[in-house]
C-alpha cells in the first residue's frame, strides 16, 4: 500500500519551488488566482502552514492549534521565501517520519483531530492548490503528479467522486475548477478520518486508500494480529471503495479498523452498510480475526460506535442480522444493548436485532 507520508510531502514542495524559483524576481504582488490573498501571501502562507502541522505533530497538541507561527523578517525576498518553503516542507517530513502511526493532534476539520498521514495529506495539499494559485496568477503553467494528487483524494476527500483525472478533481473539489455534470464546490473541506475511542480499543476509520489495499489482500496500512484481516473485513472494504467511487461514500457510516490501545494491533473490522436511509435505520456489521475473539473486543467497540451513531439527529435505528447459529454473534449485539425481534417462521436462517435511540 502507498501510505501518505515524508516522501509526498518533499515531492509536493520540491515541484513547488521548481516552478516558482525562475520567476522570484516577477511581481509577487498580484492576486493569486482566485484568492484574496498576493502571491506572495500565499507563498508565505504554505510556509505557516508546513511548519504549523509539523508543530501540532511534534508537541503532540490535542486542544488547540499550538500558539505560535512565522514571521519573516523585513527585506526578504521572495527567493528567500521559498526558502523558508523549502524548511517548513522538510520539518514537516520529518516530523511525519518519526510520529508513531497512533498519534493524533488537534485538527478542526472536521472531527478535531488528525494522524501522522492526514497532517501530510494536508500539508500536500496545501502545496499543490496554492501553488496552483500562485501559477494563475504568475501565468504559469502547472500541472502536479497524478499519483500525488489520488493520494490526496483517496486520504482526506473520501466525501468526492473520483473524476475525469485526480488534479481535475482536486481543482473542482475546491472550488478552483469545472467537471462536466457536476455543480460548483462552493464551502469545501477536507475530512481527515474519524477515530472513536473506547475502552480498550479505537475504532479508526478507513480511508478510500486503505480500503482499496483492504479489497485486494494487503492491510491497509494496519498491523493486524494474525498478520491478516478477516475475509469479512475485506468485502466490507470493497462496500467502502464502490461507495467511494459512486459518491455516495459518508465516512461517518464507513468502515472502522479495531485497533488495541496496548500494542497497536488491528484486531477487526465494523462499521457500516451505508448511510442511514430516510426513516433514520442504519445497518451495522463487524468480524474478528480469530486470535482476538472471545475478549469483549466486538462488544466493546460495538457499544461505542451505537452510542455515537444514535446520538446523531439522523439517526434512529440500528439493525443487523445474524446467522440463527451465530451464538457469539448474537451474544455481542445483545451485550451492546440490540434486541431481537420476533421470528415466527422456523425457516428463516437469520435473526434480527434492532437498537434504538
Known sequence: MRTMGGDQVEEAVAGAVALLRPVTGEDWGVRAGRLEWTCRRTAEHIASELIGYAGQLAG???????????ALADGTGNDDVLDVVEAAGALLAAAVRTTPREVRAY????????GREGFAAMGVTEALLHTHDIAVGLGLAYTPPERLCEDVLTHIFP???PGPGH???LLWATGRGD??????????????N???????????????AAAADLHTGGTGGFDWLGGAPYEGTQFAAGMLLKAYETGVHRPEFGMFALVREEDGRA?????????????????VGYDLVEEARGNGYATEALRALSDRALARDDVRTLFATVDRDNLPSQGVLSRAGFHRLAEEDDEVR????????
Not at 474519524?194 to 478510500?208: D, K, M, N, Y
Request: overall charge positive; charged content about 25%; glycine content about 12%.
Open 267 to 283: 484486531v477487526g473490522g465494523m462499521g457500516f452498510h451505508g448511510a442511514p436511509d430516510e426513516e433514520g435505520r442504519a445497518e
Open 179 to 192: 467537471l462536466p455534470g457536476r455543480p460548483s464546490a462552493d464551502g469545501w473541506r477536507w475530512h481527515n
Open 167 to 169: 488534479w481535475r478533481t
Open 60 to 70: 503532540r497538541a490535542t486542544e488547540a492549534y499550538l500558539p505560535f507561527g512565522i
Open 350 to 357: 437469520q435473526y434480527a436485532y434492532e437498537r434504538h435511540r
Open 159 to 161: 466525501q468526492v467522486r
Open 194 to 208: 474519524l477515530v472513536i475511542r473506547a475502552e480498550r480499543l479505537t475504532l479508526q476509520g478507513v480511508t478510500p
Open 107 to 114: 485538527h478542526p476539520a472536521p472531527f478535531r483531530s488528525a
